[in-house]
């Protein structure tokens, strides 16, 4: 059964630093594009960060642009988001995703809270 599981979640000090690992089993990470979104109760999720099959191609929502990287290990099948410079606005429940073959999968969620 394909399922992604992420990792790294953490309590951060403002301007700190985090990285999430979303780790994918039941099907080959290779091949699909893959995301993380976030969501903070009360809000709808939304969009953090993608990238494409091979890597090449990385898309980031304004609010993250140069704080938030989005990397793949096909071979490892685990993406990561490294997260640097964070700020308050940023604590969420973090959530990977793959669409693979038209499904979307969800991850159960990884909560990062940046507080000093």
């Known amino acids: 059964q394909a399922q992604v599981v992420e990792s790294g979640g953490d309590l951060v000090q403002p301007g700190g630093s985090l990285r999430l690992s979303c780790e994918a089993s039941?099907?080959?990470?290779?091949?699909?594009?893959v995301g993380w979104f976030r969501e903070v109760p009360g809000q709808e999720r939304e969009g953090v960060a993608c990238i494409s099959i091979n890597g090449d191609i990385t898309n980031y929502e304004d609010f993250v642009k140069g704080r938030f990287t989005i990397s793949r290990d096909n071979a490892k099948r685990t993406f990561y988001l490294q997260m640097n410079s964070l700020k308050p606005e940023d604590t969420a429940v973090y959530y990977c995703?793959?669409?693979?073959?038209?499904?979307?999968?969800w991850g159960k969620g990884t909560l990062v809270t940046v507080s000093s």
């Open positions: 995703n793959a669409l693979v073959d038209g499904v979307n999968y």
């Open positions: 039941g099907f080959a990470l290779d091949g699909h594009t």
